[in-house]
């Protein structure tokens, strides 16, 4: 019998401002548009069908549309990681069939070139940072994949307005379907493999006689587990409405809401051994019954689960101050609350509490001078813990097979000092002939947080709120004060068309990375450890630094009768990589983050499509990547880790994908092979983990209806059943014994099937 825990609020508090819109402004006459501005980046025309475009001539920028996220994006529906999963040197992995299951932490299953993203899921929606700086499932689940108009991910090089917390793993973006010009109705209907259940409807009332349109959606989503007890989510609901209206003849008004709630039961890892044997550990889980033996009752589905609510509130409004300027103001409002539980080794069950808020704003100067098109901008946000951890409370599991055992804190702790972000951005872009050259700027100041810890001693089940009132007092030698790391991240980009078939492309910048934030908890549950050897918590704190690449792309595009092919080549170098070891070298200390790894990464890619005839298209993306450590790790007593010239954990040296979509009196066939090569999931290259190659299947049939279109799919995931090993949870640097889980079957052949009325 599982204890059901609870940390509901209500999800809608004050918004954030008075609506622009009552400055009331006339709306334009019938017809009226405004004038179209330059702008920075100049997008291409993507061929006709192609899975995967090419939007950007001077970066190595990809995208996807709608009909592009349909066929990547799972059928969840909703993960925009899935969403890029078919570009090149992308590894983006869920422990489920259809990328609805949000993993405990700030690790979500993306790679891309090799380096992981952390702390959070890493991207921003309309080039907002929605992602924030925390472990819960955060914007990843907030929207509905159906009211996506695109998703593109930056790699390599990354412009100064791609406003993305960390870039050295590229920066994500969502662009989302506001409301449409003319009426229309979304209806559809998703059944599949391990209960899959999705219900999706979206109304729009088209532009209404001032002007204004509107759109309101809604989903329900819900999925057993492949494998294990417990279902993932036990049910996902979510709503989201927006606005559009102009404002005179000279500026428009967005306002977008969007509500998530979702519950669901975690996988479990493997160990090495277990992931070497899928023949017998491939439906291994946690258990489906309680014991009163407190090893085995942490291993208990309903001791190992999530509940988690977000919700925000984002706005734009853009203003024409000339011909050729413009003033686009974007604020947003982000809230997340929930929990996590998870089953330690220790025979305790942690729950995690999370519950923060995320706010902020961007304010962008567009116009055109001398032929040159430029902007400036600046970008601010206020970030509340976690990350790192702010509250953790230990369950212990009784006789009965309960969490009715003593409780205790094992992290308590207030926020003194909101984390906070400020950015600077300059690019300017101009055109000389043939040849396009992008420059620009980015400066980052961003604050740590000052984080008070509470003494615990004699709390019990109580609430965070109660806990703290039942403090002792803070502890200074267990608490933190702000930390500002400064950065300049100059960038250079240049294309250059040769002839109207042939272009290159080269870009030299600068990233921005994490720091190491683990050391927080880390320090906490290891406290007497740290405490004998004289360590406090904000020494370590103050330690930390941002981690920072220097990267270089170098690209060609040709342009096909009835296609394209790009291939990439490039190279960066990382310093200050967060990495987590026994710095000590002889046992006493445990493993902690620091921000002393040096590596070096390049590669090259290659993505292309191609319609040899009328109604076939053939894609497809193939990369190697390299990805080492440059230098050996510091030990405190002198001497070092050896891990020079070894390949980062979970890195395949290489990656691809083959696709097709033939298409033919409405009915359409669409396969896809995925290829993985070999990885290591730890850094002495002791525990190997085979390629794998797996296909899918994806059928539809669409039918004109006198006032609409039906459109009927069945896919096939996973068609022949590849037994493989998918996500790896591993870190930049790892060194593991067979104790340690990190590894996750991929899943089992699933088949979906969707039903879509669209008026």
């Known amino acids: ?46 061929p006709q069908g192609a899975a995967v475009t090419l939007p950007s001539p001077t970066t190595t920028t990809y995208e996807v549309d709608p009909e592009g996220i349909r066929l990547w994006g799972g059928d969840g529906a909703t993960n925009p990681y ?44 309309e080039g907002l940072a929605l992602s924030g700086i925390g472990p819960g499932p955060g914007y990843q689940w907030l929207f509905d994949a159906e009211n996506y108009a695109s998703v593109s991910l930056a790699q390599g090089p990354i412009a100064p307005d791609r406003l993305s917390f960390y870039t050295t793993t590229g920066a994500l973006n969502t662009e989302l379907l506001w409301p449409q010009a003319t009426p229309g109705l979304q209806l559809s209907q998703t059944l599949g493999s391990f209960s899959l259940d999705r ?141 996590y539980l998870d089953g330690q080794a220790t025979g305790k069950v942690r729950q995690w509490l999370i519950d923060h808020d995320w706010y902020g704003m961007t304010l962008e100067f567009v116009t055109r001078l001398a032929e040159t098109d430029l902007k400036i901008g600046y970008w601010w946000e206020s970030l509340d813990p976690p990350g790192p951890p702010t509250a953790w409370k230990m369950y212990t599991p009784n006789a009965a097979g309960t969490l009715g055992g003593p409780v205790t804190w094992s992290i308590l702790s207030k926020v003194a000092d909101r984390r906070q972000y400020n950015s600077a951005y300059a690019m300017a872009d101009r055109r000389f002939g043939a040849l396009q050259v992008q420059g620009g700027l980015r400066y980052v100041q961003d604050t740590q947080p000052g984080i008070d810890f509470y003494d615990t001693t004699g709390i019990g ?35 250059y068309e040769i002839n109207p078939r042939v272009s290159l492309k080269a870009s030299l910048g600068r990233n921005y990375g994490a720091p190491g934030f683990d050391v927080w908890p880390v320090y ?7 405490k004998a050897m004289g360590i406090t918590a904000n020494q370590l704190w103050q330690a930390m630094k941002p981690e920072t690449s220097n990267a270089l792309d170098l690209g060609l595009r040709i342009n096909l009768e009835r296609g394209w092919i790009a291939p990439t080549l490039y190279v960066a170098r990382y310093f200050n990589k967060s ?39 053939i894609f497809g993306s193939l990369s190697w990547d390299h990805n080492e450590f440059v230098d050996d790790l510091p030990l405190l007593r002198g001497g070092v880790l050896a891990v020079a010239g070894t390949q980062v954990p979970d890195v395949p040296r290489w990656s691809g994908n083959l696709g097709a979509t033939w298409t033919r009196n409405g009915f359409s066939v669409s396969p896809v092979v ?52 998918g996500f790896i949870n591993a870190s930049y640097y790892q060194l593991l014994s067979d104790a340690n889980t990190i590894y996750y079957p991929g899943a089992p052949r699933s088949i979906v099937a969707q039903l879509t009325l669209t008026f």
């Open 524 to 530: 906490q549950t290891s406290y007497p450890v740290f």
């Open 674 to 725: 995925r290829y993985l090569s070999s990885r290591y999931g730890d850094t002495a290259h002791t525990q190997q983990v085979g390629g794998y190659t797996t296909m899918d299947l994806a059928l539809s049939y669409q039918h004109r209806l006198p006032r609409g279109r039906l459109t009927a799919s069945l896919s096939f995931n996973n068609l022949f059943d590849a037994e493989y090993i």
């Open 1 to 46: 019998m599982s204890t059901h825990l609870t940390n509901h609020r209500s999800p809608w508090p004050l918004a954030l401002a008075a609506l622009p819109a009552a400055l009331g402004l006339a709306p334009p006459a019938p017809g009226e548009e405004a004038t179209k501005l330059a702008t920075v980046e100049v997008s291409a025309a993507a």
């Open 199 to 339: 219900t999706f409807a979206r109304l729009d009332s088209g532009r209404l006689p001032d002007g204004t349109a509107i759109f309101v959606s809604g989903s329900r989503t819900s999925a057993s587990k492949w494998r294990g007890p417990g279902d993932s989510p036990g049910e996902r609901t979510n709503l989201e409405a927006a606005l559009s209206r102009p404002l005179g003849e000279r500026g428009n008004f967005k306002v977008y809401a969007a509500y998530n709630d979702m519950q669901q039961d975690n996988y479990r890892a493997l160990t090495y051994a277990q992931a070497r044997d899928l023949g017998k550990y491939r439906f291994f889980d946690y258990s489906d019954t309680s014991s009163a033996k407190p090893a085995e009752a942490v291993n208990y589905y309903g001791y190992n689960r999530q509940d988690f609510r977000d919700w925000t509130i984002l706005s734009e409004l853009s203003w024409r101050l000339g011909e050729v300027s413009q003033v686009v103001f974007k604020p947003f409002y982000v809230r997340e609350e929930g929990y």
């Open 579 to 617: 990495v987590a070891y026994d710095a000590d070298g002889t046992g006493p200390l445990v493993a902690y983050s620091q921000n002393v790894g040096q590596t070096r990464a390049w590669g090259a890619q290659l993505a292309g499509n191609w319609s040899p005839m009328a109604g076939l298209d």
């Open 82 to 125: 899935r969403a890029v999963s078919g570009m090149p040197s992308v590894n983006a992995q869920t422990p489920d069939a259809y990328g609805l299951t949000n993993l405990p932490g700030g690790v979500k299953g993306m790679r891309v070139r090799g380096e992981l993203s952390t702390h959070g899921g890493t991207g921003t929606v």
């Open 461 to 495: 089940n109580v609430s965070y709120d109660q806990a703290l009132a039942q403090s002792k007092g803070v502890i200074p030698g267990r608490s933190v004060t702000p930390l500002t790391l400064r950065e300049a991240l100059p960038f250079l980009a240049l294309g």
